[in-house]
Structures are given as C-alpha cells and as structure tokens.
T-cell receptor
C-alpha cells in the first residue's frame, strides 16, 4: 500500500537560514509526490509536485524539493526561510483506487521560523 | 478563477445531532473529494466523486456519514447522528483529474474547510 512518512512533528529554523522538511515514501510503481502547505484556518495550498523528469522540482514561494529514488525520499527545501513560511506542511503520494487517482497524506510537519 | 467554496466555516453541535456541509468545486473540475482532518493528523479521504458517481468511499463511515453530488457539480456531506470523535475539519477539494486513462492533472485544489465541534 502507498504511504508517506514525515518523521518530524516540528522543525524550527531561524529566519534567513536554509530549511528542510523531510518526507519518505513507500509505493509500488512510479511515485507521484506532492507537497502542500496549510496556514491557520485555511485549506491546503499546492506547493509542488514530482511526476517525472528532473529530481529537483521547483515550486511556489521559493520552495523546491529533491526526489531521491534510492532513499525513497522527497524532502522539501528552501535556501532562506522567512517568518511567513511558518505553517503546517504535508507530503502526499498518489495512490490508485479502481483506476482513479487519490492522495495519501502524511501526518504533517509544523515549520516554525523565528526572527 | 474562483476557488473551492465551502460552507459553513464553523459549526458546533451536540452529539447525536445531525449536520450538513456544502461544497462548490472549481468550475469544470470533474473530480470532487471530501477529507476529514483531525487535529494533529493529515487529511484522510472520506469519499471521492467522478462527476456525479462515487469512485471511492472505502473510508466513509456509512452508518452515519453520507454524501451526494447531484448534477456533478456541488456536493453535500452529512453526518447523522454525530459523535464526539467526528470533531474535525472537513475539507473539500476538486481536480481536473479524469482517472488513470484520462487527463493526468493530479493537483487538487482545496477549500477553506468547515471546522466541526461536537460537544
């Protein structure tokens, strides 16, 4: 069965420093991977996705993610964190159900960027 | 482009009462999803519609939850009777996805959610 794991409940980083939010996955077949962000009292917003191609995927708000097949990881990164990046981040993997696509989400990682 | 609309934003009910949530997806999106997000957890898919047909309701507690998507556009999710453990945020999402053999756009667009508190 498809699954994702986000090993850190919370990540703390100082503003201006690089940040990494970790995600590992387990799939059968080719992985289709996603990152979403959730701000307080709002729905999830799409950040980026890996379907095929380059292992480094660039997304919204300066975020990028690196797909590593050998380590089955899809870590989210940003070179310089902003206080406004503080939010809840979810990694997700596509699963197939009866020929239709659905997303399986991780438990989420809370990112706290301190001034 | 208008986003996914949901109402109400907040709802407080007592256990054993009933409640209904409404979702209007992005125009033209064939697929509609309802998720349950319990505090501290990731969203869990409850039901997925392709146009007005159900394609996945494997995690929907069918003894108390029901959902419909009449005319393949907006949708309602109902809980009757509610239990304390139903307290959660209920998220609606939509997508252009037409299934494995169709247009492959897997990005889902989420509404703001309905926060349900059952007391």
């Amino acid at each position: 069965a498809q699954s994702v794991a986000q090993p850190e409940d919370q990540v703390n980083v100082a503003e201006g420093n690089p940040l990494t939010v970790k995600c590992t996955y387990s799939v059968s077949g080719n992985p289709y991977l996603f990152w979403y962000v959730q701000y307080p009292n709002r729905g999830l917003q799409f950040l980026l996705k890996y379907i095929t191609g380059d292992n480094l995927v660039k997304g919204s708000y300066g975020f990028e993610a690196e797909f590593n097949k050998s380590q089955t990881s899809f870590h989210l990164k940003k070179p310089s964190a902003l206080v406004s990046d503080s939010a809840l981040y979810f990694c997700a993997v596509r699963a197939l159900s009866g020929g239709y696509n659905k997303l399986i989400f991780g438990a989420g990682t809370r990112l706290a960027v301190h001034p | 482009e208008a986003g996914v609309a949901q109402s109400p934003r907040y709802k407080i009910i007592e256990k054993r009462q009933s409640v209904a949530f409404w979702c209007n997806p992005i125009s033209g999106h064939a697929t509609l999803y309802w998720y349950q997000q319990i505090l501290g957890q990731g969203p869990k898919l409850l039901i997925q519609f392709q146009n007005n047909g159900v394609v996945d309701d494997s995690q929907l507690p069918k003894d108390r939850f029901s959902a419909e998507r009449l005319k393949g556009v907006d949708s309602t999710l109902k809980i009757q009777p509610a239990k304390l453990e139903d307290s959660a945020v209920y998220l609606c999402a939509s997508s252009l996805d037409l299934g494995q053999t169709g247009l492959a756009d897997y990005e889902q667009y989420f509404g703001p959610g309905t926060r349900l508190t059952v007391t």
